[in-house]
Nanobody
Framework: QLQLVESGGALVQPGGSLRLSCSVS????????IGWFRQAPGKEREGVSC????????YLRDSVTGRFTISRDNAKNTFYLQMTSLKPEDTGVYYC?????????????????????WGQGTQVTVSS
């Protein structure tokens, strides 16, 4: 059974950095997408970034481009979201999610629907 476990959330000052991890175990296929999403209090969950396996193509939402980077450690089957120049508006619970595919597919974060396995989330708070 596919399982995703996030870690790395913390309280950080504006301008600081964090690296979130998403450890993936269980039933994956040769083709899948991993997405990072976040949910601020009182707001809808929104896509932040995604990466496609195995080709490694990535996508970032405009508001984090140039500040966030998504990557993968193949040996550990762990995905990372490196976040720099953090802003208070980046505050929220960050989730990783998996979209298992039958073939190579560009990852998207405009909708939560394709992602059917989710982690428990990790809290990121950006505040002075």
């Amino acid at each position: 059974q596919l399982q995703l476990v996030e870690s790395g959330g913390a309280l950080v000052q504006p301008g600081g950095s964090l690296r979130l991890s998403c450890s993936v175990s269980g039933g994956t296929s040769d083709y899948y997408n991993i997405g990072w999403f976040r949910q601020a209090p009182g707001k809808e969950r929104e896509g932040v970034s995604c990466i496609s396996v195995p080709d490694g193509s990535t996508y970032l939402r405009d508001s984090v481009t140039g500040r966030f980077t998504i990557s993968r450690d193949n040996a550990k089957n762990t995905f990372y979201l490196q976040m720099t120049s953090l802003k208070p508006e980046d505050t929220g619970v960050y989730y990783c999610a998996a979209d298992i595919r039958n073939g190579p597919t560009m990852c998207l974060i405009g909708s939560l629907a394709p992602y059917d396995t989710w982690g428990q989330g990790t809290q990121v708070t950006v505040s002075s």
